[in-house]
């Protein structure tokens, strides 16, 4: 079993929509939990990062972590079509641990 | 501010054959981290290097290593190169070890034949 599972997708949404992302883990050590983007062709890109449970506003963004469940999530709110990309999911103890990824389209 | 340089982007090798990448973080940062991102196996880490030490390891074969120089720039190498070592190699700079804001570069895409 992978430390970090996250279901791959697709996902495919209409613009506008509420795009939901999440993952879960099993490494009690974890303390800071990220979610970053990619592009094609690009490297990983922070977009947020947390620290305990709760949730944490930027934008149109809001991630939340449950540690008592091993359960974190990313919302992407009034999506738009520059939001497709590969959103991964990291967590770090003395290295961070990715997701597999998933791959997000949003359809205009 | 430059963001993070991989150089080069492209890599054709042969089987057999080394690589040696290269990474220039963010100035100012000292800890350099690499990555290997496949669509199999997904981002794994590679190992990190702080003030040119090795600090921390991933489940690589010796074959992977690296090294930090005393400008922060940071190189891998990757020896004896087989089919399954085609990826694309990310690394992430950041201010010290363990910070959570850690910036990737674009990588460098890795093709063995």
């Known amino acids: 079993q992978k430390e970090v599972e996250q279901d791959p997708g697709p996902l495919s949404v209409p613009e506008g929509a509420i795009v939901s992302l999440n993952c879960t883990y099993s490494?009690?050590?974890?303390?800071?939990f990220m979610w970053y983007r990619q592009y094609s062709r690009k490297g990983p890109e922070l977009l947020m990062y947390?620290?305990?449970?709760g949730n944490k506003e930027d934008g149109r963004f809001t991630a939340q972590v449950d540690k008592s469940s091993k359960y974190i999530s990313l919302f992407i709110r009034d999506s738009q079509p520059s939001d497709s990309a590969t959103y991964l999911c990291?967590?770090?103890?003395?290295?961070?641990?990715f997701g597999a990824g998933t791959t997000v389209t949003v359809r205009a | 501010k430059a963001g993070v340089t991989q150089t080069p982007r492209y890599l054709i090798k042969t089987r057999g054959q080394q690589v040696t990448l290269s990474c220039s973080p963010i100035?100012?940062?000292?800890?350099v981290s690499w990555y290997q991102q496949t669509p199999g196996q997904g981002l794994q880490f590679l190992f990190e290097?702080?003030?040119?030490?090795?600090?921390n390891k991933g489940n690589f074969p010796g074959r992977f290593s690296g090294r930090q120089f005393s400008n922060s720039r940071s190189e891998m190498n990757v020896s004896t190169l087989e089919l399954g070592d085609s990826a694309l190699y990310l690394c992430?700079?950041?201010?010290?070890?363990?910070?959570?804001?850690?910036?990737f570069g674009q990588g460098t895409r890795l093709t063995v034949v």
């Open positions: 490494n009690s050590a974890f303390q800071y």
């Open positions: 947390t620290y305990s449970s």
């Open positions: 100035s100012g940062h000292r800890s």
């Open positions: 990291a967590m770090s103890d003395y290295k961070l641990s």
């Open positions: 992430a700079s950041s201010f010290r070890t363990g910070d959570t804001e850690a910036f």
């Open positions: 290097y702080f003030s040119e030490t090795q600090r």
